[in-house]
């Protein structure tokens, strides 16, 4: 039948664009929407807590300066994590659309695309290192958002710190 082989050809398409193609651009468009909301933050809520504190007018400026500059580490340390998360996850998504590239192609596609197309044996071994590595941008998004906040690490530190006193405690005294 004709034209089932039309209508999988935009199923194939059709996957391409939902599966690689829409995150592909969802992605950085939130996390760069997120970025631009941290940016809008008001800059007076932070300086207020210190001039309601302080009763010396001359110490205010200073305090202002300390709180923007701050601030500007934080934006820092935030864009540095957004942009590893998109570069992590352009990476290791993008790869993912070859598959369905080289299956839409196929071995009856034009010889000046033909040998972009790999033999069966190898897109078999291809699609194998591809879904270790959409794999690995997953593992390695979850560690990107942890082992970046300051906050993340001193908890896991307190944990383990908790952890061994526990263990040392509980240790065999032949040991």
Known sequence: MPGNHHIIDWAKILAILIAVGVPLILVPIFNLAIFCVLRKRPKTVATRS???????????????NCVLGSRQRYER?????????????????????????????????????????????????????????????????????????????????????KYSKTLRHYRPAFM
């Open 77 to 161: 340390k935030v864009t540095r994590t957004i942009v590893a998360i998109i570069a992590c996850h352009i990476f290791t998504d993008s790869p993912s659309a070859f598959p369905f590239i080289w299956d839409l192609l196929g071995q009856d596609a034009p010889i000046w695309i033909n040998w972009m197309v790999p033999s069966p044996n190898y897109i078999y071994m291809f699609c194998g290192i591809i879904n270790s590595l959409h794999l690995l941008g997953k593992v390695l998004n979850f560690f990107l958002f942890c082992l970046l906040s300051e906050d993340f690490r001193k908890r896991v530190q307190i944990m383990l710190r």
């Open 50 to 64: 210190f001039s309601a504190s302080t009763s010396i007018d001359s110490e205010q400026p200073i305090r202002e």
